[in-house]
């Protein structure tokens, strides 16, 4: 016996209607914009945590845990070669244009020293257990140091 298509579509006519999908968080004109509050854009809800000075004192302390050693002139070794650190960018904004990371907090510019036509380039790797500090960098002498990722010379 065969089954035709009017056969099913009698069937599918029975069911009950699929339930919409729920609603996303970010207006797409289904709901009433006053009945349920928005949720907060992923970048208000950060300045409101850089607003308090405990949240950004921890962020700092973290931050500087996962650059590590890495500082402007040292060199440090990993399982894939050795490299030179040309500068420690502490500024998010450019860390995450520079790393095409939307989350970056840091970025470290790199030169691999093994390569003679090496190019610097920017990581985001965190300090791990296995890197090992061939040479120790140079202390930034002034905030502006610390911030750009320049040290005069």
Known sequence: ?????????????????L????????????????????????????????LDPTIGEALRRVVEAQIGPRRVGAIYQNATSAFEVVAVVRDPE??????????AQWAVIVKDVFRAD???????????STDNLVREGRPARTSRDVMTGRCPR
């Open 94 to 103: 450019r860390a995450r244009e520079l790393l095409n990371r939307r989350c």
């Open 118 to 128: 090496a190019e610097p380039f920017p990581v985001g790797s965190v300090w791990a």
């Open 19 to 50: 339930p919409l999908r729920p609603a996303p968080h970010e207006r797409d004109g289904r709901e009433d914009p006053q009945s349920a509050p928005a949720r907060p854009h992923p970048q208000e809800s950060c300045t409101a945590a850089a």
């Open 1 to 17: 016996m065969q089954s035709s298509m009017t056969s099913l579509s009698a069937a599918v006519d029975e069911r009950p209607p």
